[in-house]
Nanobody, 127 residues
Framework: QVQLVESGGGLVQAGDSLRLSCAAS?????????MGWFRQAPGKEREFVAS????????YYADSVKGRFTISRDNAKNTVYLQMNSLKPEDTAIYYC???????????????????WGQGTQVTVSS
């Protein structure tokens, strides 16, 4: 099993920054897992935000966050981060960390392909 615990959410103003963290643990977790961030706004479906492969050498971003958000990982700490800059009110959502042993690139944005999920952390951006 794999456990994921997010932290770092909060209430900020438009233009501010936040850094989310996701600490992974569990008997079967290893640093070669692919990690990702998704978000879900009220009344909307959960959507892909960003992902990172085991080495950090391959990252993907949703078009809506490209250039503003940066995903990174520290394998020594089993932690993945999401640095969010220039936040907008439309970034308001619950942000979820996700992990899986392997996901083909063409499926990386698909919610149903990810096996492990955290409980989420709320990010609210006021205008």
């Amino acid at each position: 099993q794999v456990q994921l615990v997010e932290s770092g959410g909060g209430l900020v103003q438009a233009g501010d920054s936040l850094r989310l963290s996701c600490a992974a643990s569990g008997r079967t977790f290893s640093s070669n897992y692919v990690m990702g961030w998704f978000r879900q706004a009220p009344g909307k479906e959960r959507e892909f935000v960003a992902s990172i492969n085991w080495s950090g050498g391959s990252t993907y971003y949703a078009d809506s966050v490209k250039g503003r958000f940066t995903i990174s990982r520290d394998n020594a700490k089993n932690t993945v981060y999401l640095q969010m800059n220039s936040l907008k009110p439309e970034d308001t959502a619950i942000y979820y960390c996700a992990a899986d042993r392997f996901i083909a690139d063409r499926f990386i944005t698909s919610v149903k392909e990810w096996h492990y999920w955290g409980q989420g952390t709320q990010v609210t951006v006021s205008s």
